[in-house]
């Protein structure tokens, strides 16, 4: 039996091994606590695995190098949260099956803790993990998403195929607060090793302190979110939308922490149509996330979770210029070159780019949508395919076609050519 051979156990001890996907924090983790008050040990583990790099599989593009340091520094600032704490954050390259099992059988772990995650591979790799080892207790909660499956007023299947209902059937029900953080954490096994990873220097900084931040500096520090349902849709600037999705994405804040804040400043400062958008948009999130839940791999699909096969075919050349901002339209170049160089694009200017790519170039959108998962440091598997699937016109859009005019946008949003001026000044 692979018990046997273990370094470490003596036999009452019990070790848990706690696995770090898209919830890089220690506050608001109940998986992660749950886990803790169970074992006499702790071991914590972040896997980099190149294949959840991409889950469509479609795009060529490597992972931008901003993703990625945001990544390194979200894995490096937990790390040294941990060791506050007498712990450590073990990063291992490699494949997660093997990588674990092999922590499984020479520490002899009893119990696994791991957040829940809608996403097709996320569900598939605990699955196949639970399945490879049947002696292993699992803890595993739904941390995800503002609500658990059993909050919701009607079972998956029944989610509704559009926003809309889903919204009004959700949006009075009562959201648990985040859990708090462990003061302390199960000692480690062995000692600590040095330090292996630093801090890496980018124009964003990644981690749970950098999360809370900003949502404190969007909110109580600068009172932005007062105007957010006025400011929301411009193309450029830091100060005119949260950016917590930066954040949000590999899990450095939780959706609760970040709904009962806005709770928080509504009762301290008032609540207004701006407050209350904020929460919107996070319902947003949340659609989409049991939207993936219900629909899986449908998410991926050319003909979507409508199953209507859009008109449209894939060109390499035409994909290209679209990836490096040369099209014909400069609205849309813009916007591509802001994402290339800053591994982030507002709303609106998504809206655009995902419109242009379907209805002018009519090209097959899930190259659009594998695009953006290698460049958006804020990319989430739910919110990212949904979208596209909602402008391709295959998904929960209840209307068929939206399509942006494209001149249209442009005046509206940057009627005096800033954000085209800043974009395109390599052009000229
Ligand atoms: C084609 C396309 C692809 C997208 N891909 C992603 C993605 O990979 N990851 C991602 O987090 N968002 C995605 N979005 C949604 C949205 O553009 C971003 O969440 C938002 O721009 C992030 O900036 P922010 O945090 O300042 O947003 P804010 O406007 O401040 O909104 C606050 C939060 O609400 C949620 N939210 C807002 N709008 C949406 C929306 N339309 N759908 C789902 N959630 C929303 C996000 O969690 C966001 O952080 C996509 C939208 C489109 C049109």
């Known amino acids: ?36 008050s169970k074992v006499d040990r702790l071991i914590c583990v972040y896997i980099k695995d190149q294949h959840e790099a991409n889950q469509s599989q479609l795009c060529r593009a490597s992972v931008s190098q901003l993703k990625k340091i945001f990544e390194q520094q979200s894995v490096t600032v937990l790390d040294e949260s941990l060791r506050q704490k007498n712990q450590y954050l073990l990063c291992v390259d490699g494949p997660v099956q093997e990588t674990l099992l092999a922590l499984v059988e020479r520490y002899a772990v009893t119990h696994i803790g791991a957040e829940f995650h809608p996403g097709v591979y996320e569900q598939n790799t605990l699955k196949s993990l639970k399945d490879a080892c049947p002696q292993v207790q699992f803890t595993v909660s739904q941390e995800h998403t503002l609500f658990s499956i059993n909050d919701l007023p009607f079972d998956l299947e029944e989610l509704p195929e559009t926003f809309t209902p889903f919204r009004k059937k959700v949006e009075t ?18 000692v600590l090793p040095e330090v292996q990873q630093k801090l890496t220097s980018g124009p964003l900084q990644g981690g749970e302190k950098s999360a809370h931040q900003q ?25 005119n939308s949260s950016k917590v999705s930066l954040w949000l994405a590999n899990g450095c ?30 319902l ?5 996330q049991w ?8 998410l991926f699909h050319f003909s979507g979770v409508k199953q209507v096969a859009p008109l449209t075919r894939f060109n390499q050349q035409e994909f290209t210029r679209w990836c490096e901002g040369m099209t014909k339209y400069p609205i849309v170049n813009a916007c591509m070159r802001q994402l290339n160089q800053t591994g982030y694009m507002s709303n609106r200017g998504r809206q655009l780019v995902a419109s242009c790519l379907v209805h002018e170039l009519n090209l097959d959108w899930r190259y659009g949508a594998a695009y953006f998962e290698q460049q958006l440091i804020d990319y989430d598997v739910a919110s990212n395919w949904g979208n596209w699937q909602y402008l391709a016109g295959v998904g929960a859009d209840p209307r068929a ?11 509206t949003y940057d009627p005096d050519q800033t954000f085209r001026t800043k974009w395109l000044k390599s052009d000229e």
Not at 260 to 277: F, L, M, P, V
Not at 401 to 406: A, G, K, P, T, V
Request: aromatic share 16%.
């Open 1 to 36: 039996m692979r018990l046997l051979h273990n370094e470490f156990m003596t036999a009452t001890k019990t070790t848990g091994l706690y696995w770090f996907r898209h919830d890089l924090r220690l506050a608001d983790n109940p998986s992660l606590n749950q886990l803790c």
């Open 173 to 190: 029900i009562l959201i648990n607060p985040p859990a708090d953080e462990l003061l302390q954490l199960p000692s480690s096994i062995g």
């Open 215 to 239: 949502l404190n500096y969007y909110l109580f520090e600068s009172d932005l979110i007062k105007q957010y349902k006025q400011t929301r849709n411009a193309l450029d600037d830091w100060h």
């Open 253 to 282: 804040i939780s959706v609760k922490t970040i709904y009962q804040t806005i709770k928080q400043y509504e009762a301290e400062r008032g609540a207004n149509e701006s407050t209350y958008w904020l929460f919107f948009e996070l």
């Open 284 to 288: 947003w999130r949340e659609y989409f």
């Open 291 to 298: 939207y993936l839940s219900k629909h899986q791999n449908k």
């Open 401 to 411: 076609h939206r399509r942006f005019d494209l001149d249209k946008q442009t005046a």
